[in-house]
């Protein structure tokens, strides 16, 4: 749909329009969920290029590249394709193009790789062998995380070590050397020509202050600076925007405080509050209008939020219908509580002729997505999983992209260890260690060491290394001929050896792996076939992917249509019409490792915020008495996050408020009996075997139903027709079927036959 300008105005409220029409100068929106806010930035943009703005030099910052792929497309509606040319894209992403661009200031080369978090801690974890230090205390996880945080407070390798106020906490932990982990870590990191995540933000930072005619060129460039949930940004993010912003003073924000859910990951909310201090003249705009939920999801969302003591104030209210009360769905297990979502979602769009991709189910971490996988699959309904074991996490994945990133940049010490023995060579694990080391000591590249292998070995590996060595030239050549990124990877995948060992695995996974591989194939080919990558080298390819996040995820191309499971965090931003909101236990929402400070449960209960204003018409909450935990059975208690929605909204308040409350008892006791409608509605389906269709069952038309008809249903068995209803043109029949019980069901979809 093509909105022209005076259209889009039109559908703006009145702070709405005057921030998209808000010409130079700071602007900060702090608002609540589903006030506008991706909107107004939307239009804002849209704007200022129909305003004549060049979008080469409007630079604005998302949380995911989906969303900016959205954004860059309503945008493309209202002012075509100009829209193209926007800098657009989260943090990473559009600062890995601009050190790609400046790299050599840096000492890299444009070919850099970049580490993902696999590769960093398995890179340090051969750092702390090599050290010999004990791996229990050097927990690699651990070691990461303090250096990331280092990296995202700016805190260098050298600073760390000098100032002993910054390694007083780890000192206090016991581990002294990290310091000089660190500094070995970024040292091989730069060896290998790679970055990892955290040193695309932290070396733009470096960039930034050491070359000022670098700085320069940038805030020339860039006449305008976008950010979106800004509430997320973490340090080195904000110096980097304020730092890009610094001459024409061009910046807009807009986030909400109370949906900050990356304090664990550095995101600071001083940011909002430095914001004014650093930009005093900034104006600000308070967006109090909900357009996204109903009355009851903003009203229970508000009455959570208010117990948080460190908050901005803000009001949101919304002109949009009441909507139905929050239903909280019990079940006695994890399984059990799979199968109540699964059959709610069931129920809800036979009545309501909804669609799969209205339904999102949200939980805290993605191990819980399992027993909902199996219920949904039990009833046919197709879903998807953003996260997890993301496709390219996959193992098979990792091996042919690691080939593919030697080829590109020969210093990659991570992806040299992935495919130096894989195939198999025969090529032990020390023998690897002592060529990566041979490499850092001599300040080279891993390559010299492989190529040259006969200078620092003997005997028997140094044939299959030879060999090794021949084949990357041979891929060498390709890239050095001008193939493109499809050309090459496809001789790749075939002159490794990796396709063919995946062929030859006949186990129903090996096939999956193989298909993986020629899915990976066909989308480097869409990649080099897409009118719009004007780069179709290895190297542009390897930088695209390299920076999906989890929300990322390949769409299935045809078939959208799915129910969408993923955790609260990557929810963010998102909107749906009906929610889940599952596994709202002790221990579990909130997080047992949450539990220990006040900013951390806070942290919690802006994570419910955001799940809960995730909900466009409908939310239900579920948890569950019992689930299994690392291969254990444990029981659980409801969450007291339950007990903090007003009750008023909760289609439980019956019972948790009844008069047999014994409010002696501690509130998450009385919490356990909050039992979902009649409990009757749901458990059938959940608790007796499914029905199996008759043979060939084909639905009837069932315009000629009466009460009285004897029918057979898809799913819920046989039955008899009780009761006929007519309304418009909808046609309901009650059914009392001998499995479930009594059933009202939407004639133009129920599948039924009659008997
Ligand atoms: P979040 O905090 O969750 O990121 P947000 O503040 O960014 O939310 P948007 O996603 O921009 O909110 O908007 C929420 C929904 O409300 C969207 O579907 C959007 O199209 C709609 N919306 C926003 N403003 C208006 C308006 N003035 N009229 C009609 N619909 C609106
Ligand atoms: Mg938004």
């Not at 930088?543 to 993923?566: H, I, K, Y």
Request: with cysteine; hydrophobic share 40%.
């Amino acid at each position: 749909t093509i909105l022209n300008h005076n259209d889009y105005l039109s559908t703006l409220n009145d702070p709405q329009r005057e921030a998209v029409l808000h010409g130079e100068g700071p602007l900060m929106i702090i608002a609540g969920a589903g006030s506008g806010k991706t909107r107004v930035l939307t239009y804002r943009i849209a704007h200022l290029i129909e305003n004549g703005v060049d979008p080469f030099r409007i630079l604005s910052l998302t949380f995911t590249n989906k969303a900016s792929g959205e954004m860059r497309h309503r945008i493309e509606g209202a002012v075509g394709t100009e829209a193209r040319n926007i800098w657009m894209g989260t943090f990473h992403s559009v600062f890995a193009k601009i050190l790609r661009i400046e790299a050599r200031y840096l000492g890299y080369t444009s070919d850099f790789s970049i580490y993902d978090t696999d590769d960093s801690k398995s890179l340090l974890r051969s750092i702390i062998k090599e050290y010999n230090l004990d791996d229990k205390t050097y927990k690699a996880n651990v070691v990461f995380n303090r250096i990331s945080g280092a990296k995202n407070r700016l805190v260098s390798a050298d600073d760390y070590i000098n100032n002993p106020a910054i390694q007083a906490d780890d000192e206090a932990a016991k581990m002294k050397e990290i310091g000089r982990l660190y500094k070995t870590y970024a040292t091989r990191c730069f060896q290998a020509n790679a970055m990892d995540f955290d040193d695309l933000l932290f070396n733009t930072n470096v960039l930034f202050r050491d070359f000022p005619d670098v700085l320069y060129k940038y805030q020339h460039k860039f006449q305008h600076v976008m950010v979106d949930e800004f509430q997320d940004t973490n340090v080195s993010q904000y110096l980097i925007t304020r730092k890009l912003s610094a001459v024409h003073r061009n910046i807009c924000v807009v986030g909400d405080d109370a949906q900050s859910i990356y304090a664990f990951r550095g995101a600071n909310i001083e940011n909002i509050l430095n914001f004014e201090k650093d930009f005093p003249d900034v104006r600000t705009i308070k967006l109090e209008q909900n357009y996204r939920s109903t009355g009851t999801i903003v009203n229970a969302a508000n009455s959570v939020i208010a117990r948080n003591k460190s908050q901005l104030k803000k009001e949101t209210f919304t002109a949009n219908e009441e909507g139905s009360l929050i239903d909280v769905l019990k079940a006695g297990s994890d399984n059990e509580e799979g199968r109540l979502v699964a059959t709610a979602i069931f129920e809800e769009k036979m009545q309501k002729a909804l669609r799969n991709e209205n339904f999102a189910i949200l939980y805290r971490t993605n191990a819980q997505s399992r027993s909902f996988e199996e219920a949904l699959r039990k009833l046919g309904i197709k879903y998807r999983i953003i996260g997890g074991q993301s496709f390219y996490q996959r193992k098979e994945i990792k091996d042919l992209l690691a080939y593919l990133r030697f080829t590109v940049n020969q210093r990659d010490e991570e992806a040299f260890k992935r495919i130096i023995n894989l195939p198999k060579r025969g090529i032990g694990d020390s023998t690897v260690a002592k060529i990566a080391v041979a490499a850092s000591e001599n300040d080279l590249p891993i390559w010299d060491v492989v190529a040259n292998i006969g200078n620092y070995a003997s005997g028997r590996t140094i044939t299959p290394i030879d060999q090794f060595a021949t084949l990357i030239k041979s891929f060498k050549i390709l890239v050095e001929e001008g193939k493109d990124a499809y050309e090459v990877a496809a001789h790749i995948a075939k002159a490794s050896g990796i396709l063919r060992e995946l062929y030859e695995d006949k186990t129903v996974e090996g096939l999956s792996r193989y298909e993986n591989v020629q899915e990976l194939l066909n989308g480097i080919k869409e990649f080099v076939d897409n009118p719009e990558s004007e780069d179709k080298t290895l190297s542009a390819f390897l930088q695209s992917v390299s920076l999906l996040t989890n929300a990322d995820e390949p769409d299935d191309n045809n078939d959208n249509d799915r129910v969408t499971m993923m955790t609260i965090h990557s929810a963010k931003g998102l909107e749906f019409r009906n929610v889940f909101i599952v596994g709202l236990e002790e221990d579990l929402f909130p997080s047992q490792m949450m539990l220990e400070s006040r900013q951390d449960l806070e942290e919690e209960r802006r994570l419910f915020y955001v799940a809960i204003t995730r909900a466009e018409k409908r939310l239900s909450f579920s948890y569950a008495e019992s689930r299994y935990q690392w291969g254990r059975l444990k029981m659980c208690e409801p969450s007291r996050f339950l007990l903090e929605v007003d009750p008023k909204f909760l289609n439980a308040s019956r019972i948790l408020h009844g008069p047999e409350r014994d409010s002696s008892q501690p509130a998450a006791s009385s919490a356990r009996n909050l039992v979902q409608r009649k409990s009757t509605e749901y458990k059938p389906v959940s608790n007796v075997a499914p029905h199996i269709p008759s043979e060939g069952f084909v639905p009837t038309d069932t315009f000629d139903l009466a009460e009285g008809d004897k029918v057979e249903h898809l799913k819920f068995g046989f039955g008899e027709v009780t009761k006929i209803e007519v309304n418009g043109s909808d046609r309901k029949a009650t059914v009392k079927f001998d499995l479930v019980g009594e059933k009202t069901l939407l004639l133009s979809f129920a599948k039924l036959r009659i008997l």
